[in-house]
């Protein structure tokens, strides 16, 4: 093949090309990029994407520079200075002794692209992680992930299923906007968290003086207000039995009547639910209507826990760390062996107690590099002071866990739910730590 056929085939692909050194020099970009970018090989050829890359700067971020951290291909989402928005997948390419040469990326503009048509399922996986806030490397997530791709397009009822904290909410958003509803509102209501006695009104909305306390002119509910696009019920396992009725007609028929009223209302919603508890066994103990649940269990979707995909802490801690050094205004480090603490702990409340811990670190820490020893001192591995006796320290541990829970749940039902026990125990031990 002569160089003027190379030429032309590398000017006149559909992606851009953008060609950096073992450095992080660029080398050349094609014409394509400068087409769709808007920035000239003349401006940026020789010039190291770490002068590159920065606010203000060319872009807002590099495929290149994270394939040389990493030592393996990598995608990223970035912004240009020219207000283009572009997807890049980095490819290294590696000399006889294992170091990398060149830089291999390929370009994609996000403003023109429709998903499922012009890129693969695993280019559509990396943008929509880096939109969603996702972030996983572990084989079972990414597979949770491209499962969720596959089934967005569809108008297809999903049940997912995994325990508290593993992002069920996050998969139900990404679902929502990587389906052909995305234009339109996503609504999402955790069925816990609501009184039983309003629930029926906040989903089917109600008539004119249907209740004390009603507005006189009626209200809509969430169905009609999401009307072509998505509701997203989280906590499903509480809907009170006589809603699910009247879920399972939405479902069946896509109608429904308002609370005190008479007239059917028809929508087109899609519905997205989830739940941390095993509603197959809450159906045999009569606590859930069996033809609800063959209704939503459609497309069974189960998010897996941290603990079982443990490859995933370290990438959540950096970008935890990332975030609430931007939210704090602290610039602030986690050592490899906390990390590696982190990695082996059990993780039950999964990435929302794992957020919250990195959280606490970064805000009680009086130092920017954080060790193990800064974990013990104030988290739930902290030593226990002999003078206060076992029973004592447990006792201040539990009214420390109850105190947090009570300024972050609004009632006893909701504090019950994140703790696992019951609310009588609830009600119980705040009454005996003064914490009502």
Same mark, same amino acid.
């Given at each position: 093949?002569?160089?003027?056929?190379?030429?032309?085939?590398?000017?006149?692909?559909?992606?851009g090309?953008y060609?950096?050194?073992?450095?992080?020099?660029?080398?050349r970009?094609?014409?394509?990029f400068?087409?769709?970018?808007?920035?000239?090989?003349?401006?940026?050829?020789?010039?190291?994407?770490?002068?590159?890359?920065?606010?203000?700067?060319?872009?807002?971020?590099s495929? *290149?520079?994270?394939?040389?951290?990493?030592?393996?291909?990598?995608?990223?989402?970035?912004?240009?200075?020219?207000?283009?928005?572009?997807?890049?997948?980095?490819?290294?390419?590696?000399?006889?002794?294992?170091?990398?040469?060149?830089?291999?990326?390929?370009?994609?503009?996000?403003?023109?692209?429709?998903?499922?048509?012009?890129?693969?399922?695993?280019?559509?996986?990396d943008?929509?992680?880096?939109?969603?806030?996702?972030?996983?490397?572990?084989?079972?997530?990414?597979?949770?992930?491209?499962?969720?791709?596959?089934?967005?397009?569809?108008d297809?009822?999903?049940?997912?299923?995994g325990?508290?904290?593993?992002?069920?909410?996050i998969?139900?958003?990404?679902?929502?906007?990587?389906?052909?509803?995305?234009?339109?509102?996503?609504?999402?209501?955790?069925?816990a968290?609501i009184p039983?006695?309003l629930i029926?009104s906040?989903?089917f909305?109600?008539e004119?003086?249907?209740?004390?306390?009603?507005?006189?002119?009626?209200?809509?509910?969430?169905?009609?207000?999401?009307?072509?696009g998505t509701?997203?019920?989280?906590e499903?396992?509480?809907?009170?039995l006589?809603?699910?009725?009247?879920?399972?007609?939405?479902?069946?028929?896509?109608?429904?009547?308002r609370?005190?009223?008479?007239?059917?209302?028809?929508?087109?919603?899609?519905i997205?639910?989830? *739940?941390?508890?095993?509603?197959g066994r809450?159906?045999?103990?009569?606590?859930?209507?069996?033809?609800?649940?063959?209704r939503?269990?459609?497309?069974p979707?189960?998010?897996?826990?941290?603990?079982?995909r443990?490859?995933?802490?370290?990438p959540?801690?950096?970008s935890?760390?990332?975030?609430?050094?931007a939210?704090?205004?602290?610039?602030?480090?986690?050592?490899?062996?906390?990390?590696?603490?982190?990695?082996?702990?059990?993780?039950k409340?999964n990435?929302?107690?794992?957020?919250?811990t990195?959280?606490?670190?970064?805000?009680?820490?009086?130092?920017?590099?954080?060790t193990?020893?800064?974990?013990?001192?104030?988290?739930?591995l902290?030593?226990?002071?002999?003078?206060?006796?076992?029973?004592k320290?447990?006792?201040?541990?539990?009214?420390?866990?109850?105190?947090?829970?009570?300024q972050?749940?609004?009632?006893?039902?909701?504090?019950?739910?994140?703790?696992?026990?019951?609310?009588?125990?609830?009600?119980?031990?705040l009454?005996?730590?003064?914490?009502?």
């Amino acid at each position: 093949m002569d160089k003027e056929l190379l030429e032309l085939v590398f000017d006149n692909v559909y992606n851009g090309i953008y060609i950096a050194d073992g450095t992080g020099a660029t080398i050349r970009v094609n014409k394509t990029f400068e087409e769709m970018s808007g920035i000239s090989n003349a401006e940026i050829a020789g010039k190291s994407m770490y002068d590159l890359v920065g606010e203000n700067n060319y872009f807002s971020g590099s495929a *290149t520079l994270l394939v040389l951290e990493r030592k393996a291909p990598a995608t990223v989402t970035y912004n240009t200075s020219t207000n283009r928005k572009l997807l890049v997948k980095g490819r290294p390419i590696f000399d006889d002794q294992g170091e990398i040469r060149y830089i291999i990326n390929t370009v994609w503009d996000l403003t023109v692209i429709t998903y499922n048509r012009e890129i693969d399922l695993d280019t559509a996986r990396d943008y929509f992680m880096g939109h969603e806030d996702i972030v996983a490397c572990s084989e079972p997530m990414l597979e949770v992930i491209d499962y969720a791709l596959k089934v967005a397009n569809s108008d297809s009822t999903v049940l997912i299923s995994g325990e508290t904290g593993v992002g069920k909410s996050i998969i139900a958003t990404m679902i929502h906007h990587a389906s052909q509803r995305k234009n339109r509102p996503i609504l999402k209501l955790n069925c816990a968290a609501i009184p039983e006695s309003l629930i029926e009104s906040e989903l089917f909305g109600y008539e004119a003086g249907s209740f004390t306390g009603a507005d006189r002119k009626g209200k809509q509910g969430l169905f009609e207000i999401a009307d072509n696009g998505t509701i997203f019920l989280d906590e499903i396992s509480e809907l009170p039995l006589h809603v699910q009725s009247k879920l399972l007609g939405v479902l069946q028929d896509r109608e429904f009547v308002r609370v005190g009223g008479h007239k059917l209302c028809k929508v087109n919603v899609r519905i997205v639910a989830a *739940t941390n508890k095993d509603l197959g066994r809450m159906v045999y103990e009569g606590r859930f209507r069996e033809d609800l649940y063959y209704r939503l269990n459609v497309v069974p979707l189960h998010v897996p826990p941290l603990r079982e995909r443990r490859e995933d802490i370290p990438p959540l801690v950096k970008s935890f760390v990332e975030k609430f050094n931007a939210k704090y205004n602290s610039y602030k480090t986690f050592a490899n062996n906390l990390i590696d603490l982190l990695c082996t702990l059990p993780w039950k409340g999964n990435v929302r107690e794992l957020e919250n811990t990195v959280e606490r670190l970064i805000v009680t820490s009086t130092v920017n590099y954080i060790t193990i020893e800064h974990f013990h001192k104030g988290g739930p591995l902290r030593k226990v002071k002999e003078s206060l006796g076992l029973k004592k320290a447990l006792a201040e541990y539990e009214r420390d866990i109850l105190r947090q829970a009570r300024q972050k749940y609004r009632t006893t039902r909701e504090i019950a739910l994140a703790l696992g026990i019951s609310q009588p125990s609830v009600v119980r031990k705040l009454r005996q730590y003064s914490l009502e």
